[in-house]
């Protein structure tokens, strides 16, 4: 049955909802009445503390504002402050000490060591008073008196520096110097100057002021891979920290500011220029009189002689950035710092990259505009044998081979015609070298013209700009050239390049930017039978007792197969005739097999040879710092010939291994006589075995002298007899050949179609 609700149920719903509605009205009307009167109470009670008309202004506002500012400054501060104090998260920040690198070379001899090995064997009360008072009148007088930060020291430095229009002081302390060097790099941003001002200051309240200036004085770098000052003082002095006097001193206060730039090894005026600013800043300070300095100033520091100490340093740096890589792989409870390191390096091959790097800018770098050079030479496991970084790690300590991004040019171009391989095309498939347009981008040839149908083989023995785009197209298919150009960046990374490639229609003839170590090992794919290998230099790890803690044969990574064994046999047969008959013939070794491509960039601001024989692979690279065009530098001309000489070394005493493809090798034709006559200016281009017949740094620093003399005899002779002698610039009268001789300068190296230099011609004014 149906149950039927009581009559008046909508009217008690009514009724129950209204009583509600009073009640919370009610309650929200009590509460209002209640704020309101506990609000007109504590006006009441505020009004007693009321200031009005002038003492408002002048105090009472401006004390609000500032509590305002105070609490948002405080905030700011805060927020700034919390990425500093991350850097102090491990509680052994102070015992726990930078790794200590001994390195070794290949065969176990040391060739150098980098980090910071602690020595607090020396208090500071034996630290010399000449040394603690250069140091502080230089690098920080008001010390013991600031709270981290030097306020009137760092207004002095902005001043300074605005004036000057740049940096010519440093307004850091020595705890902001030193909180640097504890915890944080040398890069130059705002967020890492926000950091080292909030560590000084925690510094400042863990450690005592003498603390400090200990710690500063062992762990600042001082040149010549050393740290600390008792380091230094052994380096540059062979003596002890106690035992410096007070020129050497101030020598080795003067290094704080720019170590390489002014230590004495390297450049020993600059480092006596520097010392003398020292002293003067002792007597500024009022730490010592002038009479004091003054038997200093007469007899300045001499420093050991290190120059024939030629330490591989852009290659210890590496080494060195590897191990730090390394021993965050070590367990965490690993505690040892302390390392002796075995790396791959063959000082015979890295004193003859260096040579011939620094004989062929000294002899044409002026010609070709060309002032910096890098090459990186491999074992085919990926074992960095040398390494050079530029020209002078004194001037510039930056790693060209290594950190320097650069347009490899047409020496890109074999991962695309080994992508071609890998999608149906073979070496003697032949495209059309005509006209090719991808949107508004035509790529042209070197010379503006075309060689109508060619073999895979012709095209990148001729460095043919317009067969890689196209194939690049083709492989695309309908999906269009985007898609094959994704192939060929796809098979880069197979190879081991880690460079951005980015996606851009010339990315098939080199636009995109490398690194000369990852070019150079990446070839070292093809005579690995399509293996890629990953660049290393360490080998072993010891610690200092002599245990082994890792083996790169055990530990490290394993090559991976990239691309068929066929295909990198392919390769290297086409690459050969680039060697052989291509743009990189002074590149050939007699009797040993070799291949490589060479490669130019656009305004020729980029040259590189990179190559490869069955023992090894090596990358050239030639250019300017700042990207400026050189005098028509090709891959062909002096990376070619500096490859040649840097290999000859490479292979002395080494068992010449077959390169898969290409065969054992061929002895080179000899030159007949009338080609020996017609490129007699060139000699030190030839392509030929040994050493190239080039000038050592010493035997030019011999003939110069010999100039000199002759300069001053000539002018000797003139004002005795009145005549002018052949090296006068007036005599016009003088023969081609004598011009040579007096005026090399005024000469250059004339270039074929592939950068071959063919004659010396006078340089047109």
């Known amino acids: 049955m149906r149950q039927i609700l009581p009559p008046h149920w909508k009217q008690n719903v009514r009724n129950f909802f209204l009583d509600l509605d009073a009640r919370f009205g009610a309650t929200l009307f009590a509460s209002g009445r209640g704020l309101r009167e506990l609000f007109e109470r504590y006006s009441t009670f505020m009004d007693r503390f009321y200031v009005g008309r002038w003492k408002r202004w002048v105090f009472i506002e401006p004390l609000s504002e500032a509590a305002t500012l105070g609490l948002g400054g405080m905030i700011l501060l805060l927020t700034l402050a919390i990425p500093a104090f991350r850097e102090t998260a491990d509680e052994d920040w102070l015992k726990k000490s930078d790794l200590a690198v001994t390195f070794l070379d290949r065969y176990g001899n040391p060739i150098g060591s980098r980090g910071i090995k602690h020595n607090d064997s020396i208090p500071l009360e034996d630290f010399p008073d000449n040394l603690i008072k250069a140091t502080l009148a230089t690098e920080d007088r008001r010390f013991y008196d600031h709270f981290g930060i030097d306020i009137p020291g760092l207004a002095r430095a902005l001043v300074t520096n605005a004036q000057a229009g740049g940096v010519r002081q440093g307004g850091s302390s020595i705890t902001q110097q030193l909180a640097k060097n504890l915890f944080l790099n040398n890069e130059r941003t705002i967020e890492r100057k926000v950091k080292e001002a909030f560590l000084a200051i925690w510094l400042e309240t863990r450690l005592t002021k003498n603390e400090i200036l200990k710690l500063y004085l062992d762990r600042a770098y001082m040149g010549g891979g050393t740290f600390g000052v008792d380091g230094a003082a052994h380096f540059y002095f062979n003596k002890s920290v106690r035992d410096v006097n007070l020129a050497e001193a101030a020598m080795l206060a003067g290094l704080f500011k720019a170590p390489t730039k002014y230590a004495p090894h390297i450049n020993l005026p600059a480092a006596r220029a520097r010392a003398n ?47 730090r890589k390394l021993v965050d792989t070590f367990p965490k409870s690993y505690t040892e710092r302390v390392f002796v390191v075995r790396t791959a390096i063959d000082m015979n091959v890295q004193h003859a990259a260096e040579e011939a790097i620094e004989n062929q800018l000294r002899q044409f770098g002026r010609d ?105 197209i083709m492989m695309g298919g309908k999906e269009g050239p985007k898609a094959g150009r994704a192939k060929i960046i796809e098979v880069a990374r197979r190879f081991g390049l880690k460079a951005p490639l980015p996606d851009t229609p010339s990315l098939p003839i080199g636009s995109d930017e490398v690194t000369v170590l990852e070019h150079a090992v990446a070839y070292a794919t093809f005579p690995n039978r399509g293996k890629s290998v990953t660049p290393h230099s360490v080998l072993e790890v010891r610690t200092g007792a002599g245990d082994l803690v890792w083996r790169w044969d055990r530990d490290g990574p394993k090559p991976k197969q990239a691309i068929p064994p066929n295909i990198a046999a392919d390769m290297a047969g086409m690459m050969s005739h680039v060697v052989s008959e291509g743009t990189a013939r ?67 005493g080494v068992e010449v291994r077959e390169l898969v493809g290409v065969g054992m090798g061929q002895k080179l034709p000899q030159p007949t006589q009338a080609n020996a006559q017609a490129n007699a200016a060139p000699k030190v281009l030839e392509t030929k075995p040994g050493p190239p017949p080039v000038l050592t740094k010493r035997g030019a620093d011999v003939l110069v002298r010999v100039e000199k003399l002759l300069d001053d005899a000539a002018r000797t002779a003139e004002k005795n007899t009145g005549k002018t002698t052949l090296n006068d610039p007036s005599n016009t009268g003088k023969s081609e050949s004598s011009s040579a001789l007096a005026f090399p300068e005024n000469y250059i190296a004339a270039a074929g179609p592939d950068g071959t230099p063919t004659a010396t011609v006078p340089r047109k004014n």
């Open 277 to 323: 600013v020292v002293l003067d800043n002792l007597v500024d300070a009022g730490f010592m009189t002038e009479g004091q300095v003054f038997g200093a100033r007469r007899n300045p520091a001499v420093a050991v002689d290190r120059r024939d100490e030629n330490s591989p340093n852009y290659y210890l740096d590496y080494a060195f950035d590897e191990m």
């Open 368 to 472: 070709y505009h060309a002032t910096q050079a890098a090459t990186v030479v491999s074992d085919l496991d990926g074992g960095i044998r040398a390494m050079v970084g530029g020209r002078d790690y004194g001037a510039s300590q930056f790693n060209r081979a290594t950190d320097a991004y650069r347009q490899p040019g047409s020496s890109f171009k074999p991962y695309v015609y080994t992508t071609a391989l890998l999608n149906g095309f073979t070496p003697n498939s032949k495209i059309v070298d005509g006209p090719v347009c991808i949107g508004n981008w035509c790529p042209q040839n070197y010379g503006h013209s075309y060689s109508g149908s060619v073999t895979l083989t012709q095209a990148i023995t001729r460095s043919i700009n317009v067969v890689p785009v196209k194939l690049s």
């Open 586 to 652: 002074r590149a050939a070794l007699d009797g040993i097999p070799t291949a490589g491509k060479t490669g130019t960039t656009n305004a020729y601001r980029d040259a590189w040879f990179v190559g490869y024989t069955g023992n090894f692979t090596c990358a050239v690279w030639y250019g300017n710092d700042d990207y400026s065009p050189t005098n028509r530098m090709t891959g062909g001309s002096l990376p070619a010939q500096t490859w040649h000489d840097i290999m000859v070394t490479a292979h002395q």
